[in-house]
């Protein structure tokens, strides 16, 4: 009878049927092929890998390993693909109709220009706003640490997004929801105690009492939670002193005097996150190559999707392992240490004392001659930091975004220049100044000067010297008005456009595409935002018909000096990032390049 039916329904309907056939056919391989990958291995395993077994490297960003383990998983790939869209789908659909949709369809009614200017129509669209930006992090929220991040990255630039989804955005930086305190300590204890953990014996620390032996061997007390992100959770706790802790005071950058108690951050890495940053990136790779293929089937482009996104993929997932982050850390303690101490000798491989060029650097001694901090980063605690936890000393302070506008007004150009000082000199650039991780406090010498507190050194970007000197060279052309060497030299040596491209027809269009879309724009983001809008045409012609390339590391630099730009507009509506930038490049132009090569620097 059921075979009957089958058959009829066939002969009607055929393609159909097909069609059905079709899909459950490759909904069951699907499931085939998922049930029969590899598992997940953990690298850090003294275990072999074996066929039944793949392996992502902890250590470095692999895209191919990351590649293959989740190209074997079509259904996990389709399920999170689903998952995105469902969560971002509703928002963004009830967006367009409720934002844009549905004014546009009033104005044609006679009363809708009345209505429009009304104060009840204005609370409307206000709490319209309000209930989709609590929709829109609630949802980021759920997609788990990638799209957090999007959303701090958004939650500071009031020229991409109103003001109401500003300030609900700004909660993802320190308002994350977090994991139990069970599972943090229990990560804690496995971490402090690899003998009894998963790393030397395949069993967990998973009794209470050992968990709580473990953490009170190191610890006076055990840690309290005060904040909660995107890929761990932030505790507060005391260190026991130890027979180390003079020895490491005399080998620190500190120059305030330690006691032997230490309070301390310690970060916790989130459960999972491996498996779930990681199919994240591999989707978001993978659009690049979609991407590539089209605008090189399509265009004149170079395909730099990939490369650009890869780059971007690289620093994320290497913020998974904490060692690495412990590494930059002290990197940049030190590195900073040196340039904001002048009267310490610069390393002996460095023929020139750059640090002297440094303005903000001799305003770091006050009328009596002392030294004064406005810089801080944070000491590591090596020995009690791996892979999925970090300890570093804790600072007292509040979100720069947070602070008093005064205080952001006279904070702002140190923290441009201290950017600027690590993407044209130091060569490694902090990629991820939200919020969250920059900070106001004080110095430790005085008590009284404000200082920047610099955290968080997961996401770094490296910069080559040749890309430092070209960067340079382009800024100091780019806010001088030199456009032509800008094109025809500085663009090429950074990688935008292959050596041998004839720029004769291209420049007139970029002259006006950076002089209108840019520089005369100003400091008024929504000046800028319109004047790039306007050239829109002029802006699309020359990628599609010019060979366009980004490099790589351009995806952090971008980000971290935006982010940093979003945060300044905060405390100044004025702030404009060329002009902030434009002293230090000049110094460093001269300094880099020598007094006649730049020698009509007005």
Same mark, same amino acid.
């Given at each position: 009878?059921?075979?009957?039916?089958?058959? $009829?329904?066939?002969?009607?309907?055929? %393609?159909?049927?097909?069609?059905?056939?079709?899909?459950?056919?490759?909904?069951?391989?699907?499931?085939?092929?998922?049930?029969?990958?590899?598992?997940?291995?953990?690298?850090?395993?003294?275990?072999?890998?074996?066929?039944?077994?793949? +392996?992502?490297?902890? !250590?470095?960003?692999?895209?191919?390993?990351?590649?293959?383990?989740?190209?074997?998983?079509?259904?996990?790939? %389709?399920?999170?693909?689903?998952?995105?869209?469902?969560?971002?789908?509703?928002?963004?659909?009830?967006?367009?109709? #409720?934002?844009?949709?549905?004014?546009?369809?009033?104005?044609?009614?006679?009363?809708?220009?009345?209505?429009?200017?009304? +104060?009840?129509?204005?609370?409307?669209?206000?709490?319209?706003?309000?209930?989709?930006?609590?929709?829109? $992090?609630?949802?980021? +929220?759920?997609?788990?640490?990638? &799209?957090?991040?999007?959303?701090?990255?958004?939650?500071?630039?009031?020229?991409?997004?109103?003001?109401?989804?500003?300030?609900?955005?700004?909660?993802?930086?320190?308002?994350?929801?977090?994991?139990?305190?069970?599972?943090? =300590?229990?990560?804690?204890?496995?971490?402090?105690?690899?003998?009894?953990?998963?790393?030397?014996?395949?069993?967990?620390?998973?009794?209470?009492?050992?968990?709580?032996?473990?953490?009170?061997?190191?610890?006076?007390?055990?840690?309290?939670?005060?904040?909660?992100?995107?890929?761990?959770?932030?505790?507060?706790?005391?260190?026991?002193?130890?027979?180390?802790?003079?020895?490491?005071? +005399?080998?620190?950058?500190?120059?305030?005097?330690?006691?032997?108690?230490?309070?301390?951050?310690?970060?916790?890495?989130?459960?999972? =996150?491996?498996?779930?940053?990681?199919?994240?990136?591999?989707?978001?790779?993978?659009?690049?190559?979609?991407?590539?293929?089209?605008?090189?089937?399509?265009?004149?482009?170079?395909?730099?999707?990939?490369?650009?996104?890869?780059?971007?993929?690289?620093?994320?997932? =290497?913020?998974?392992?904490?060692?690495?982050?412990?590494?930059?850390?002290?990197?940049? $303690?030190?590195?900073?240490?040196?340039?904001?101490?002048?009267?310490?000798?610069?390393?002996?491989?460095?023929?020139?004392?750059?640090?002297?060029?440094?303005?903000?650097?001799?305003?770091?001694?006050?009328?009596?001659?002392?030294?004064? #901090?406005?810089?801080?980063?944070?000491?590591?605690?090596?020995?009690?930091?791996?892979?999925?936890?970090?300890?570093?000393?804790?600072?007292?302070?509040?979100?720069?975004?947070?602070?008093?506008?005064?205080?952001?007004?006279?904070?702002?150009?140190?923290?441009?220049?201290?950017?600027?000082?690590?993407?044209?000199?130091?060569?490694?650039?902090?990629?991820?100044?939200?919020?969250?991780?920059?900070?106001?406090?004080?110095?430790?010498?005085?008590?009284?000067?404000?200082?920047?507190?610099?955290?968080?050194?997961?996401?770094?970007?490296?910069?080559?010297?040749?890309?430092?000197?070209?960067?340079?060279?382009?800024?100091?052309?780019?806010?001088?008005? !030199?456009?032509?060497?800008?094109?025809?030299?500085?663009?090429?040596?950074?990688?935008?456009?292959?050596?041998?491209?004839?720029?004769?027809?291209?420049?007139?269009?970029?002259?006006?595409?950076?002089?209108?879309?840019?520089?005369?724009?100003?400091?008024?983001?929504?000046?800028?935002?319109?004047?790039?809008?306007?050239?829109?045409? #002029?802006?699309?012609?020359? &990628? &599609?018909?010019?060979?366009?390339?980004?490099?790589?590391?351009?995806?952090?630099?971008?980000?971290?000096?935006?982010?940093?730009?979003?945060?300044?507009?905060?405390?100044?509506?004025?702030?404009?990032?060329?002009?902030?930038?434009?002293?230090?490049?000049?110094?460093?132009?001269?300094?880099?390049?020598?007094?006649?090569?730049?020698?009509?620097?007005?």
């Amino acid at each position: 009878m059921i075979a009957q039916a089958l058959r $009829r329904s066939v002969r009607r309907r055929p %393609a159909s049927s097909i069609a059905a056939a079709a899909s459950v056919t490759a909904v069951g391989y699907a499931y085939h092929v998922e049930r029969n990958a590899p598992a997940l291995r953990d690298d850090s395993s003294p275990s072999p890998t074996t066929p039944t077994t793949t +392996t992502i490297p902890r !250590d470095r960003y692999d895209p191919d390993a990351i590649a293959r383990h989740w190209e074997s998983r079509p259904v996990s790939i %389709a399920r999170r693909l689903l998952g995105v869209a469902g969560e971002l789908g509703p928002v963004a659909g009830e967006y367009l109709v #409720e934002i844009q949709l549905r004014p546009r369809l009033r104005r044609g009614s006679s009363d809708a220009e009345d209505d429009a200017t009304t +104060t009840e129509a204005k609370r409307k669209k206000l709490e319209l706003e309000r209930s989709l930006s609590q929709k829109l $992090r609630a949802s980021l +929220t759920r997609l788990g640490p990638t &799209f957090v991040k999007i959303g701090q990255q958004l939650s500071i630039r009031p020229d991409l997004v109103s003001p109401v989804v500003l300030h609900e955005l700004q909660r993802l930086c320190d308002a994350v929801p977090p994991f139990e305190d069970e599972i943090a =300590m229990k990560v804690l204890a496995e971490e402090l105690s690899p003998a009894t953990g998963d790393d030397a014996t395949g069993k967990s620390t998973s009794n209470a009492k050992e968990v709580r032996n473990a953490i009170l061997d190191v610890f006076e007390e055990v840690p309290q939670l005060v904040a909660s992100a995107s890929l761990g959770q932030v505790y507060k706790a005391t260190l026991r002193s130890t027979d180390d802790d003079d020895a490491d005071s +005399t080998t620190t950058n500190d120059s305030v005097p330690r006691t032997q108690k230490q309070h301390v951050a310690i970060k916790v890495q989130r459960p999972d =996150m491996l498996e779930t940053v990681s199919l994240d990136l591999f989707l978001l790779v993978s659009y690049g190559k979609v991407v590539d293929f089209l605008c090189s089937f399509l265009t004149n482009q170079i395909p730099y999707h990939e490369t650009f996104l890869n780059g971007f993929a690289n620093g994320a997932f =290497m913020e998974l392992n904490y060692v690495h982050e412990a590494e930059n850390q002290t990197y940049f $303690r030190n590195e900073l240490h040196a340039r904001f101490h002048n009267n310490n000798k610069p390393p002996d491989d460095q023929k020139h004392n750059k640090y002297s060029i440094l303005p903000f650097l001799r305003s770091l001694r006050n009328n009596n001659g002392r030294n004064t #901090e406005r810089v801080i980063v944070p000491r590591v605690y090596e020995q009690f930091t791996s892979r999925r936890v970090l300890v570093s000393e804790w600072i007292d302070g509040t979100p720069l975004a947070r602070a008093p506008k005064e205080q952001i007004r006279e904070l702002i150009p140190i923290g441009v220049e201290l950017f600027l000082c690590q993407l044209l000199d130091i060569g490694r650039f902090h990629a991820d100044p939200h919020p969250g991780n920059l900070y106001v406090t004080t110095s430790r010498i005085d008590g009284i000067t404000p200082a920047l507190c610099l955290l968080d050194f997961g996401l770094v970007a490296h910069v080559s010297e040749d890309a430092r000197n070209s960067m340079t060279r382009a800024i100091v052309n780019l806010l001088q008005g !030199d456009y032509d060497t800008l094109i025809a030299h500085d663009a090429k040596h950074l990688g935008f456009l292959p050596h041998d491209t004839d720029v004769t027809e291209l420049k007139p269009v970029l002259k006006t595409i950076l002089k209108e879309g840019l520089v005369e724009a100003g400091s008024n983001l929504h000046d800028r935002k319109r004047n790039l809008m306007a050239i829109s045409n #002029e802006l699309n012609e020359v &990628f &599609f018909r010019y060979p366009f390339s980004v490099p790589p590391f351009f995806a952090l630099v971008t980000r971290g000096l935006g982010l940093l730009e979003g945060i300044a507009l905060t405390g100044d509506p004025s702030f404009d990032i060329f002009q902030a930038s434009y002293p230090y490049a000049k110094r460093r132009a001269i300094e880099t390049f020598s007094v006649k090569d730049y020698g009509k620097i007005s």
